[in-house]
Each structure stands twice: as structure tokens, then as C-alpha cells.
């Protein structure tokens, strides 16, 4: 058995974004893309520079990824959007150091 997974990543814009306290290189980040995979279990965040447009990806697997997505399933959005939420998990999971800036669209 074959079996085909295509992947869609649809470009947003939002106007939230991580400066970072210590910049990796660059200063700050924005969510493009956001992939749950509930069958598979994975989570996949993509991530831009807003200056340099450098890409950046983390990828959350197995039993933490499916209960980001429960959390995130059941999340109040009206409170914090899913850009920030995103960003927020970031650096509480230790990946960015920074703060979340901006408002969303």
C-alpha cells in the first residue's frame, strides 16, 4: 500500500511577531505556516525573518505534539491569537528567547 501526503502551507500575514532578546542572528520572527498532523502526530511551525526572510522550522513529534494540538484545539482565541500562542510556546519550550510584539490581522 502507497500511500501520498501532500503538504499545503498557506502563506499568512500577521502583524505579530518575536523580537528576540538574544538574536540568533536575526531580531525578529513571524508564523507562516503551521502543519498539524494528527494522524501522524507531528506539529510542524515555520517561521520568517522579518528582515533577512531566512526560514526557520521546528518540528514537535509523538506525544508532546498531540497534546499541543489538543491544547491548541481547545484554546480561547478571542484572549490570544494562534500567531502569539505559537510564539509564546516557543520560548517557554526554550527554541526563541524573546517577547511577542505586535497585534494580529
Not at 494528527?38 to 521546528?58: D, H, K
Amino acid at each position: 500500500m502507497i500511500a501520498i501526503v501532500l503538504l499545503f502551507v498557506t502563506p499568512c500575514f500577521a502583524a505579530e511577531q518575536l523580537d528576540l532578546t538574544t538574536p540568533i542572528t536575526n531580531s525578529a520572527y513571524r508564523v507562516i505556516g503551521l502543519n498539524l498532523d494528527w494522524e501522524g502526530a507531528t506539529i510542524a511551525i515555520f517561521l520568517r525573518c522579518v528582515a533577512t526572510s531566512q526560514p526557520l522550522t521546528f518540528i514537535y513529534t509523538g506525544a508532546t505534539a498531540t497534546n499541543l494540538m489538543v491544547t491548541l484545539n481547545k484554546a480561547n482565541l478571542s484572549t490570544n491569537s494562534l500567531h502569539k500562542r505559537i510564539l509564546q510556546y516557543l520560548v517557554t519550550d526554550g527554541k526563541l528567547t524573546g517577547t511577542v510584539s505586535g497585534s494580529p490581522d
